[in-house]
């Protein structure tokens, strides 16, 4: 058949189409060559950002790792400007204790370098040789204005024993290095030197560091430090060794060469990094930095190795240029085969329609997911709507617990001042009928103290077992609880307790205990008044158990439980009652509070006769006389000017066991609690004191100083009350059982 040809298309269909294969290689060859270009300059930014990610690692690598070791010496600054008088041995000891090969590799040791006037030297020499080494001897000798020899290094090996007795300060470099340190009281990196401990072949660049160390407690002023210096704590290191120990476990991907001061001059070049065969890739990235480190500045040349450029993206670029020749071949010779073109046109025509099918199919299916995915989206929110009625009532139990706690503290605060002028009254010549009246006022008082007690110990953290101590004497803690639980087993149902005084401890807080209980006993009174009988009693026992154990436990004479009931009792939010009086909550938290003190919860009930909970509970175990010692009698140092205010305060301190002095140091161990004010301090640092003892609980008047841990600061016009609540409030065992 002869092709037509339109008198206004002058070229034929098949000539166009002859070309149009060749502008699909031309152009995908283009297009191959402009995704290599853009791979290559991608993988070159790429390059780039690892280079630089790497650098900041190992500059942050060094300088982390030379303030670890500062640290250390600011550690053992500490121990000599604590003790003055430390011996070689327990130089030794610290030093030892420290680990330095295993835990700070590239350290050469640690030592102290003592300052030392002319005259002093042949007394130091005999110290040395007395406790260092036989041979010990101060060295270069000649006469200097004063010397500082290194008395003490460790740990003591072949090198380090080549460097005692050395006067460091006779040398230039290592004598700038601790003249900066003195003046500026800060640890200071000396410039490159060659330490006295190169005894081998294998001589190294090295630098020390040192940290001052002064006369007294605190920091001289700068006019003074040149007179007040006593001596440097110090580190010599092995650049080459630090710096490997550094970058041990590092990819290897750089290479670093580090220069003492600025610029890469070779005569201070301190590591090299083409040591151990490794090396840069030349041409590679490189990246000098200077770094300024303890008031010495170190130039860091950073250079890519083999390694680094291993890792490079930039061969994936030929692969793209490779790959993208390939698909223009492969387009060319298909748009030539217009026969295999026609046949898979044929063939897609028949895919689609498979498509087709299978569309249908997965629309069946989506509407069958759809109608599952609807039932499943309503059983879980009917789920959520359970679990934010659960989450409703919880919130309320903890505004609960917090109101609990408000009303305890509110409550102690109000009654202190009470009890303390009720004291105070009883004191006078009072008549009978008035001291009558005082002793039911002492009552109600007392009364109200034990429901404060018992408010304090409920509203505290269940599962914070260190809140109230880590034990519980049940008649001690009866007596701070009873009217609480009296009044929580409700109205119409009488509690009877039975405690014996014989029983051990328990090893369990008094909070959780109170918790624990508290929720039986509420449970007992409401299984009681649901039974409908009246003058129904609740009982409250306790008993010795199966070796070191102690059974409590509350038995009412209810209602009871059924076995499904008893089953599912320890579930959470699991509840028989209304869910507006009930999180389920109750049984579940005693069950763990007696599980986390490796308890056992036991529930014996009947329908219709009652039930009894057993909490099988581990025996606090009896501390250790000899390891407790004898007790120290509790002091009470009251340095008040004021006779009236420090007699007010005796009377509150002395009914609770404390001899009150005026004349005690607040240093003697017996002390417990010190009040001070500005007219009677005397000679003595508040902070100072407070810091060497901790448990001391101290309230200091208008002194206007910082509160600390221990301390309560207060102003000039602080009335005793005031006074009071500080005691009572200071963190601290300095009070523990003292109820203010």
């Known amino acids: 058949m002869v092709p037509v040809v339109s008198g206004d298309d002058p070229i034929p269909p098949r000539a166009r189409r002859l070309w149009v294969p060749w502008a699909i290689l031309a152009g995908s060859t283009l297009t191959a060559a402009l995704a290599a270009l853009l791979v290559h300059r991608a993988a070159v930014l790429k390059d780039r950002v690892r280079f630089t990610a790497a650098v900041e690692r190992a500059e942050h690598r060094l300088t982390d790792r030379l303030e670890r070791y500062v640290a250390l010496l600011r550690g053992g600054a500490g121990l000599l400007s604590a003790r003055p008088d430390v011996t070689a041995a327990e130089f030794a000891a610290y030093v030892n204790h420290l680990n330095l090969a295993e835990l700070y590799p590239g350290i050469q040791g640690i ?30 000798t000649g006469a200097r204005d004063v010397h500082f020899p290194i008395l003490f290094l460790e740990p003591r090996d072949r090198r380090n024993l080549q460097a005692l007795g050395y006067d460091m300060f006779s040398e230039e470099v290592r004598r700038e290095a601790m003249t900066r340190a003195l003046r500026s009281a800060r640890p200071a990196l000396s410039g ?12 190294q660049a090295g630098f020390l560091v040192y940290v001052p160390v002064y006369r007294g ?64 890739v030349p041409g590679g990235l490189a990246a000098v930095t200077t770094t300024h480190i303890m008031g010495r500045t170190w130039t860091l040349d950073f250079r890519a190795t083999p390694a680094f450029a291993a890792g490079s993206d930039r061969r994936s670029a030929p692969a793209v240029l490779l790959a993208g020749l390939m698909i223009g071949g492969a387009l060319f010779a298909v748009s030539r085969a217009e026969t295999l073109s026609r046949r898979a046109a044929e063939e897609s025509a028949r895919q689609l329609g498979a498509s087709r099918a299978e569309v249908g199919r997965s629309r069946e299916q989506l509407a069958r997911y759809s109608d599952h995915l609807e039932e499943l989206v309503e059983a879980r929110s009917q789920a959520l709507e359970a679990s934010s009625r659960r989450l409703r009532l919880s919130e309320r139990m903890a505004a609960i617990g917090t109101l609990s706690a408000g009303i305890g503290h509110d409550m102690g605060n109000l009654l202190l001042p009470i009890r303390l002028r009720l004291d105070m009254l009883a004191g006078h010549d009072l008549g009978p009928e008035t001291r009558e009246h005082l002793e039911a006022m002492r009552q109600s008082v007392d009364y109200l103290q034990t429901l404060t007690n018992g408010l304090r110990l409920l509203a505290l953290d269940p599962e914070d077992r260190g809140a109230s101590g880590g034990q519980t004497e049940l008649g001690a803690w009866w007596r701070e609880t009873a009217g609480l639980f009296k009044n929580a087993v409700g109205k119409g149902v009488g509690l009877d307790a039975d405690l014996p005084a014989a029983l051990p401890a328990v090893a369990l ?79 579940s ?29 581990p ?20 340095s008040v000017v004021d006779a009236r205010f420090r007699a007010y305060l005796g009377a509150l301190l002395e009914p609770m066991g404390f001899a009150v002095r005026a004349e005690a140091a607040p240093i003697d161990p017996e002390v417990a609690v010190w009040v001070v004010d500005g007219a009677s301090l005397g000679g003595w640092d508040v902070p100072r004191v407070a810091g060497s003892r901790p448990e001391l609980r101290v309230v200091t008047i208008g002194l206007g100083m910082p509160a600390a841990r221990n301390v309560v600061s207060l102003p000039a016009d602080a009335r005793p009350t005031q006074v009071a609540r500080a005691l009572r409030a200071a963190p601290g065992p300095g009070l523990d059982g003292a109820a203010i």
């Open 619 to 638: 025996a606090a175990r009896a501390p250790d006389a000899a390891a407790r010692g004898p007790a120290l009698p509790r002091v009470a140092a009251v």
């Open 217 to 280: 407690t605190t920091l001289p002023p700068p006019e003074r430090r040149h007179e007040d210096i006593r001596g440097f704590v110090y580190s010599p290191f092995r650049a080459e060794d630090l710096l490997r120990g550094v970058f041990s476990g590092e990819p290897g991907e750089i290479a670093l060469w580090v220069y003492d001061g600025e610029g890469a001059d070779p005569a201070r070049l301190m590591h090299d990094g083409a040591a151990g065969g490794g090396g840069a």
């Open 589 to 617: 938290l005693v069950h763990g509070i007696v599980t986390s003190a490796a308890g056992e919860l036991a529930i014996e009930t009947e329908p219709g006769r009652g039930t009894t909970v057993t909490l099988t509970l």
């Open 192 to 203: 490159r030197v060659t330490l006295v401990q190169e005894i081998d072949a294998d001589v």
């Open 509 to 587: 807080p008094p909070h959780q205990l109170t918790q624990a209980v508290l929720n039986l006993v509420t449970n007992a009174g409401d299984a009681v008044r649901a039974a409908g009988r009246e003058g129904g009693t609740v009982r409250l026992w306790a008993a010795a158990g199966a070796g070191s154990t102690v059974r409590i436990g509350v038995t009412d004479d209810g209602t009871g439980m059924t076995e499904e009931v008893r089953a599912r009792a320890l579930e959470p939010f699991y509840t028989t009652k209304t869910r507006r009086l009930s999180t389920g909550l109750g049984l």
């Open 111 to 140: 030592g102290w370098a003592v300052r030392t006037e002319p005259g002093e030297l042949e007394a130091l020499e005999q110290r040395g040789r007395a406790e260092v080494t036989p041979d010990f001897a101060v060295r270069p």
